[in-house]
């Protein structure tokens, strides 16, 4: 979680009291459309890695425009495309859906603004179907002879992070004439200028070949006010109103309407001083059963930012041990390319106008799709059950949001998730990105950023990494504790990054830091090395756990393995590593373990860190109230005899970066199958939960973090212990998959996308300590954890070990190309769909078999 909390959630991401089924009178299958009350939340992001993004609603409606390198959840536009049907009567509607009943009460949060538009005449009904990143849209209405169909998307292709971090989006309308007789109409795509910053700079409308560009001007102060969006066709017969009216209160949208009602297309000139708003006009005629289609382009350019997070380094102390030794590590080091210090998107490195934008996606348009369409149907190809490929898609767009940042020198950075107006818990958090898998699956390039910079950059002299690194991406100030959870992690993650880019050479490069990050660990959290992290340490709830713990300890066996395994295939020295591994999976096993599942043994006392009430902590004062259940129960925050979700965390993480488990699978499912046991649960209305209830309340159901099923919950336990968070839910199913345990971790997935199936929360916004929150990029995890494919660039291998039988279909993606694997007949098969993919051997079951 991040270290604000965020105790106030966000008002646009809050659920309604009223389930599902007693709503809607009926359920909607997983994976499939979204109709009705389903459509109700749903908001889909359109936008590249890093480039900030806007959503396609259920309806088609437009929100959450977030371009300014910040989220704007309430930001929704008076932006619509509307159809004008001559010699029809009621013939002109804005292309969506009806207004959800969620908006019709209460004033718009700009008067002026989005609910401008509600009460324009719509469409009958719509239907939303998502085939990420493709999201489709149906309307319908019995009063009018035609039927329209909205595709919108932008460019996802992996392997290629280039062209998936592009400002763009593409939206491509599609007529179909159910009538007798020829229809002439008139599309047209209108939008009030948004990109206008009230008293700062000059705003405009300019021109672009058929089209408009919005217009923002910065100054010299403040180059962040700078912003452009542009509206355009590919029809020659494109007419563009670059003027609306200019008038007071609803003046200009009303004169809008009056055009586009009455079949009018105005062409007035660009660049009117005080221009509200464009308009773009496409004539179109449609033969009896006939269908036609506009396609719309759009791209954004807003090169500068005001963000500068994180304190400058005040000794050598701070300072990581040398530069990075990497080819072009000067220029990994020059991250502030405009003198202003301050985040600068890597788009903005490429393209040096919105207009070479906007010119090389209309020429590229075809080809990016191709390719994106080679992604979604090789996605969609998998014969995995409906709810896990639902729950795989839906989480990607985490990708698209303004979670995630790419800066100008192409390197990854990211936020834990979205605020309302902010980014929600800074710094590419090393204990929350641990849960995410998709990224180094699909853009292993861009991961790999990320293990150098903490590697690199957020590490110092001593080894200590700090968990949050600046932006722009440069040294930090080690002033806070290490996450123990967050640095064990990311040695592990360096051993899945060598195995899935197969660079021997990176792996010698990186491996001096990797075990100086280790030495690190066993002096702080070990130092008697008994093979237990004992000494307090920081984790992913905000706190530090005192003494011995599941948890933590899977974390520390499983980095003993990957730096023993790293060190071995480099021929270094690794005994002392390895003796370690093996105590720490003996303790593991004969301390931790209570004949069912693993637990923390609480300690302080006998500890060389300073008594509780003294030692460095976030947010964890020792009132006198406190002090008296330190005295009684040992420090506040902790689990001790608790049944916890992520007790074996570190379990999971060897297996998704390719390793063994270290610690006994029997054990390890015994703590599993127990979690499944005492923490689902199928309705909350009588679980108490005084901490943040929204992501799981009432009758919704979900996965506890913890529970204490043989008594012993303590006072004070660890301050999210009552909570339900989607990544840990994917995790755990993900990891009884792994075990054999399917049905159980299939009921988990069911249990969370039944709460964001569209009624009440967003299916395309798993939200936590903010909206599109990384953690739950832990369901990529469930692909492996069925199929227990895996492509292994060193050796060239194939591995497969299925837990679903013998004969399905699945999505895989390597360093170098994508595709589907799987078994036909209990017979392996690789079918590559872009790119590469140098299978030598391959590996069923443990058993070497023949493609």
């Not at 509600?118 to 999201?135: C, V």
């Not at 837990?803 to 017979?827: M, Y």
Request: glycine share 10%; with cysteine.
């Amino acid at each position: 979680m991040g270290k604000n909390m965020c105790f106030v959630l966000m008002a646009a991401i809050l659920p309604v009291a009223c389930h599902v089924e007693e709503k809607a009178g009926n359920k909607r299958e997983f994976n499939t459309k979204y109709e009705g009350v389903y459509a109700e939340r749903i908001a889909f992001p359109i936008g590249g890695l890093g480039t900030g993004m806007f959503c396609v609603e259920g309806t088609g409606a437009i929100s959450n425009m977030s371009l300014r390198h910040r989220p704007e959840v309430f930001h929704e536009p008076t932006v619509f495309a509307a159809l004008h049907l001559k010699n029809i009567e009621n013939g002109t509607k804005v292309l969506e859906g009806p207004v959800p009943d969620r908006k019709k009460f209460g004033m718009p949060h700009s008067a002026l603004g989005g609910g401008g538009t509600w009460g324009l005449p719509r469409f009958e009904t719509s239907s939303f179907h998502a085939r990420f990143p493709f999201a489709e849209i149906e309307l319908k209405d019995r009063a009018l002879p035609v039927k329209v169909k909205i595709t919108a998307w932008n460019p996802f292709i992996p392997t290629d992070a280039d062209h998936s971090s592009l400002p763009v989006g593409g939206f491509e309308y599609q007529f179909t004439n159910t009538g007798n007789t020829e229809l002439e109409a008139i599309f047209s795509y209108n939008a009030r200028n948004f990109m206008h910053v009230g008293g700062k700079g000059n705003s405009y409308i300019r021109s672009f070949e058929n089209g408009f560009v919005l217009c923002q001007t910065g100054d010299e102060n403040e180059p962040f006010h700078e912003g452009e969006f542009a509206v355009f066709t590919d029809r020659p017969e494109t007419v563009v109103n670059h003027n609306w009216f200019r008038g007071a209160w609803f003046d200009p949208l009303t004169i809008c309407w009056n055009d586009i009602s009455s079949g009018m297309m105005p062409a007035n000139k660009e660049r009117e001083p005080g221009a509200p708003g464009a308009s773009l006009f496409v004539p179109v005629r449609i033969g009896p059963g006939e269908t036609q289609s506009v396609r719309l382009y759009m791209s954004w350019y807003v090169p500068y930012s005001h963000l500068r997070i994180g304190g400058e380094p005040r000794n050598d102390t701070d300072l990581p041990d040398g530069p990075a030794p990497v080819a072009g590590a000067e220029r990994r080091y020059d991250y502030d390319n405009t003198g202003s210090g301050n985040y600068r998107p890597w788009y903005s490195s490429k393209f040096g106008s919105a207009d070479e934008v906007a010119a090389y996606w209309l020429q590229n348009y075809a080809e990016l799709k191709r390719k994106t369409e080679l992604f979604t149907n090789a996605f969609y190809a998998g014969s995995l059950p409906a709810e896990v490929m639902e729950a795989v898609a839906a989480n990607l767009t985490i990708l698209k949001s303004p979670t995630v940042f790419r800066q100008f020198d192409g390197r990854m950075w990211n936020w834990e998730g979205c605020g309302d107006t902010w980014g929600s818990c800074h710094g590419s958090c090393t204990h929350v990105w641990n849960y995410a898998q998709a990224v180094p699956h699909l853009f292993p390039e861009m991961e790999r950023t990320l293990r150098e910079t903490e590697f690199f950059v957020s590490q110092d002299k001593k080894g200590h990494q700090a968990f949050r690194t600046n932006l722009p991406i440069r040294p930090v100030i080690h002033d806070f504790h290490s996450a123990a959870d967050g640095q064990l992690g990311g040695i592990m993650k360096v051993y899945r990054e060598w195995r899935i880019c197969g660079d021997d050479a990176w792996l010698r490069m990186i491996y001096p830091a990797v075990k100086q990050s280790m030495d690190y660990c066993i002096a702080t959290w070990d130092p008697d090395r008994i093979g237990a992290v004992e000494e307090p340490h920081h984790n992913t709830y905000d706190i530090e756990f005192w003494g011995p713990n599941g948890m933590i300890n899977s974390f520390y066996s499983g980095a003993l393995q990957a730096v023993s395994l790293m060190g071995c295939a480099l021929g270094e020295e690794v005994s002392g590593y390895e003796s370690l591994w093996a105590k720490s999976k003996e303790y593991m096993e004969s301390k931790l373990f209570d004949g069912e599942y693993f637990i923390q043994n609480i300690r302080w006392k006998d500890l060389k860190a300073p008594d509780p009430t003294k030692a460095q902590s976030f947010h964890t004062q020792y009132t006198p109230e406190a002090v008296a259940i330190l005295e009684k129960e040992g420090p506040k925050y902790q689990y001790g005899t608790g049944c916890l979700s992520d007790g074996v965390l570190g379990s999971w993480m060897s297996l998704v970066c390719g390793m063994p488990e270290v610690i006994d699978k029997d054990k390890i499912r015994s703590h599993l199958v127990s979690v499944h046991t005492y923490n689902l649960k199928k309705d909350l209305s009588n679980h108490a939960n005084p901490q943040r209830p929204t992501f799981a309340l009432g009758n919704d159901g979900g996965l506890l973090l913890c529970s204490w099923p043989k008594g012993g919950k303590l006072q004070l336990p660890f301050v999210y212990s009552d909570e339900v968070w989607t990544g840990i839910e994917y995790q755990v199913a993900s990891h009884l998959m792994f075990e054999g345990e399917v049905e159980k971790g299939l009921d988990i997935v069911r249990t969370c996308r039944k709460r964001y199936d569209g009624s009440i929360r967003n299916p395309f916004n798993e939200y936590e300590c903010g909206a599109w929150y990384a953690r739950a990029m832990a369901a990529y995890g469930l692909l492996e954890g069925l199929t227990g494919i895996r492509y292994d660039a060193v050796d060239r291998t194939l591995y497969i070990d299925s837990r679903i039988g013998n004969d399905f279909t699945s999505f895989i993606s390597t360093n170098t190309g994508f595709g589907n694997a799987g078994l036909k007949d209990g017979k392996p098969f690789i079918d590559v769909k872009y790119g590469v993919i140098d299978v030598k051997k391959c590996v069923v079951s443990g058993v070497e078999a023949t493609l």
